[in-house]
T-cell receptor, first 112, second 109 residues
Framework: NAGVTQTPKFQVLKTGQSMTLQCAQD?????MSWYRQDPGMGLRLIHY???????DQGEVPNGYNVSRSTTEDFPLRLLSAAPSQTSVYFC???????????FGPGTRLTVT | EDQVTQSPEALRLQEGESSSLNCSYT??????LFWYRQDPGKGPEFLFT???AGEEKEKERLKATLTKKESFLHITAPKPEDSATYLC??????????FGSGTQLTVLP
């Protein structure tokens, strides 16, 4: 099993550009989530999904969109990148009830 | 609103010098408290889940304990390979994980 995979590993965007961060898992997990990690602030939940076709907002959803068309994939879209979105982004998945999350390797995004 | 505070922010130990990391929390309806380890440039790696006060779990040199207000991660006779950032998170009634900002542990040989 590959576990949770994320692409790209690094990305530089200009202000106003849009892009999609990819996340996939091969563990048949129902629960998937996106976090951002900033120095001194810990991991903050952006969006999450409890199953295909179901998504909801986390703590910091503004400027991001998600969709969940399959169990395996959970892409995160930045609509119009801003310097405040410079961060490291992690995707995670877990079984429906135990919430023991498995994290991907992260995407380091810089917006100039 | 669920809150998690970890202390200290950073800890330097000599190899073999035991110590504890603290995670204080406030949560509505605790469903679980989680410890993760994060190495530089990598995603967090799951260590433990604790569900109720009084529960303890061990893995190699690590032991996690839980009370109604805080959790401790005890590190016994640490080795340099235990150097990492340790993250604590709580799952409340909202079914969303709330993370602390972590403790950066450095174990010197």
């Amino acid at each position: 099993n590959a576990g949770v995979t994320q692409t790209p590993k690094f990305q530089v965007l200009k202000t106003g550009q849009s892009m999609t961060l990819q996340c996939a898992q091969d563990m048949n997990h129902e629960y998937m989530s996106w976090y951002r990690q900033d120095p001194g602030m810990g991991l903050r939940l952006i969006h999450y999904s409890v199953g295909a076709g179901i998504t909801d907002q986390g703590e910091v959803p503004n400027g991001y969109n998600v969709s969940r068309s399959t169990t395996e994939d959970f892409p995160l879209r930045l609509l119009s990148a801003a310097p405040s979105q410079t961060s490291v982004y992690f995707c995670a998945s877990s079984g429906a009830e135990n919430y023991e999350q498995y994290f991907g390797p992260g995407t380091r995004l810089t917006v100039t | 609103e669920d809150q998690v505070t970890q202390s200290p922010e950073a800890l330097r130990l000599q190899e073999g010098e035991s110590s504890s990391l603290n995670c204080s929390y406030t949560v509505s309806g605790l469903r679980g408290l989680f410890w993760y380890r994060q190495d530089p440039g990598k995603g967090p790696e799951f260590l433990f889940t604790l569900y109720s006060a009084g529960e303890e779990k061990e893995k190699e040199r690590l032991k996690a304990t839980l009370t109604k207000k805080e959790s401790f991660l005890h590190i016994t006779a640490p080795k340099p390979e235990d150097s990492a950032t340790y993250l604590c998170a709580v799952l409340g009634s909202a079914r969303q994980l709330t993370f602390g900002s972590g403790t950066q542990l450095t174990v010197l040989p």
